[in-house]
């Protein structure tokens, strides 16, 4: 008889085993309804937009000014966070009701980076739009971005 309880638990074990194992696997090749939401909030956070900026020696205060210019004249809010002590490193901030810009030189101090970003994702704007506004940005720092900007 113990044989027998022996077998069973044994059976048992084992199906509870396999279970979890097609349970983990059914999860990961069909995910649940709140990890596609958070797959699809990941996704709307990527920009419409980017480019990559390499700026001219020194011309980080220049740069920077050139892009408040750019803010003011395009009515865009800005916040500029610079790394001390040196502050070759910055981070940019541009929004308005439409759309983010946000700039940043974390890696290289001469190379930025700058995306854009949809402020209202149910009603985002078109990438055309987001390409046009980096244009724009990108004529307003002409001056202070060396020429083989992509």
Avoid at 92 to 104: E, G, K, N, P
Wanted: glycine fraction near 2%.
């Amino acid at each position: 008889m113990s044989r027998l309880m022996l077998k069973l638990s044994m059976v048992s074990v084992s199906t509870v085993a396999l279970a979890c194992a097609v349970a983990a696997v059914s999860k990961m090749t069909r995910p649940d309804e709140p990890d596609r939401e958070q797959a699809a909030a990941v996704l709307d956070r990527l920009p419409l937009a980017t480019r990559h900026l390499r700026l001219t020696p020194g011309s980080h205060d220049e740069f920077l000014k050139a892009v408040a210019t750019f803010a003011q004249a395009n009515q865009f809010a800005i916040l500029v966070q610079r790394e001390l002590p040196d502050q070759r490193y910055f981070v940019v901030q541009l929004w308005r009701s439409d759309i983010q810009l946000i700039l940043v030189n974390s890696a290289d101090p001469a190379e930025v980076g700058v995306g854009a970003y949809a402020i209202c994702l149910s009603h985002p704007p078109s990438i055309d739009f987001a390409e046009q506004t980096l244009e724009e940005l990108e004529l307003h720092v002409a001056g202070v971005v060396a020429p083989t900007s992509e």
